[in-house]
C-alpha cells in the first residue's frame, strides 16, 4: 500500500466468482487504501457486498444451483487471491437426507451437540436449495431444509394444488425436534419468498412448536398462489388463481 | 387476462414478462385479493398505483401474528411489487397495526438479495503469493 502526499490512493478491487457451472460473476470496484491496513486488507463485508454485486459475464437466467462449490477470484491493486468455498459437508457438517413422505435434507456441525433446531423453507423453486442452510449449520445449527415443491422426488407441483396442508411442515418440525442431535422443544421457522408465508403460517397454527419466525420477500398478511390449511382453519391466499397462469 | 399474456420472447431466448402498457415489474401482478390485483396502472406515464378495492379487501385480512417474528421486505424486487414505492405503499397499510412482537424491516435490495451460495465455508488459499488478507 502507498500514499502519496499523505493521501490515501484509490486501489482496484476486482472479483470474480465462479458457479458450478462455471458461469463467472465479475464486479470490480475500488478502496480507498485508508479502508486497509498496511498489509491491503479486504474486509469481509466489503467481499460480501461485491459477490453480491457480480455481474455474469454471459446472458444467462439466474440459475440456483444445488450447492457445491464456489471459487471467488480477488484482485486486489493487482494481487489475486483465490478462495474456494466449500458447503463444508463431509468435513464440519453432517448431511442427511430425508425422503419418502418428508422431503428434506437436514444439516449439524459434524462435532458437538445437541444444536438448536431451524427450519428453512425456500422459494418456490423446483430445487433443493440448500446453501443457507449449510451457512447456518456451520454456525452451530440443526438445519432442516424443507422441500415442498420437488416434483423429482414425488411432490406434487404447487402450481398444480389445491391447497397447502400446514401438518406437512408441523409434522417436520415434530420429526426434527426429536432428531438426536436436536436441543429444545421449540424450533426458529425461516422462510423466503413462497417459503415465507409457509413460515409465517405455520408459525401462527402452531404456535408452540415456533418460538422465532424469520421471513422475507413474500406475502405478509396472505400466502401466495395457494390457500394454506391447517385443520378446519383456512388461510385465503392473495394470488392470481394458478390456472390463469397457465398457458 | 392471463399471467402469460405479458410474456414476451427476448433475443437470449428467455421468456420475459412485461406488464401493462410496457411497465416493467409484471411479476407481482401475481398479487391479487379476491380476483382484484392489488398494483394495478391506467398508462405507462401514471405508472402503477394501488388499487383501492384490493386493499380493502386485504384489510379484511387479519394481521399474522406468531410469537416473534422479523420479516423483511425487499423494496427493489419486482416479485413482490413493481416499485419500491408501491411496496412502501402497501406496507404502510400494516405499520400502525402490527402485532406484539411482529417486526418489519424494509430492505434495499432484490429479491436474492442474499446469494444463496456465500460462503458455507471458506478456505483461503495458501499457494498463491498474496500481501493481503481477508478478514
Redesign the interface.
Known sequence: MSCVNNQFRSVPVKVTTT?GFGNAFISKSTIDSSE?SS??????KK??DM??LGKCEK?T??M??E?ES?EID?E??G??????????VG???VKEEWRGEHVCNVFYPSTGGPFKVIIHT?GGVSLM?D??S??L??LGYLVVEVGYNLPQYGQELIFLRQEMHLEYFEAIIRRALKHEKAYGEEVCFIGH?KG?DLA??T??AC?GL?????????????P??LDSTYGDKRF?N????LN???? | ????DFAHNSE?G?MRMIGPHGLPGAMS?????E?H??YIADSYDSGYYLNPKALEI?RS??????????????LD?P??APTREMMIAF?DE?KSKLPSGVE?EM?DAG???????????????NS????????
Open positions: 458457479d486497509t498489509s491491503l486488507t479486504l474486509s469481509s467481499l460480501r459477490v453480491s446472458k437466467a439466474f440456483i444451483p450447492f464456489f480477488v486486489v491493486d494481487e489475486k487471491q483465490r478462495l474456494q468455498v466449500e458447503s463444508g468435513d464440519t457438517i425456500n436449495q446453501a443457507r449449510q451457512m449449520a456451520n419468498s415465507a409465517l403460517f408459525s401462527v404456535p415456533v418460538a422465532l419466525t424469520i421471513c422475507s420477500s413474500g406475502g405478509f398478511n396472505a401466495v398462489f385465503p392473495a394470488g392470481r388463481d390463469d397462469c397457465l398457458l | 387476462m392471463k399471467l402469460l437470449d428467455l401482478l401475481a398479487y391479487q385479493y380476483d390485483p392489488l386485504s385480512y387479519p394481521i399474522p401474528a406468531p410469537r416473534k417474528m422479523l420479516y423483511f421486505m425487499t424486487d416479485i413482490v406496507m400494516f418489519v430492505l429479491h436474492l438479495y442474499v446469494m444463496p451460495d456465500i460462503p458455507g465455508n471458506e478456505n483461503s488459499s498463491l503469493k498474496s500481501s493481503f488478507s481477508l478478514l
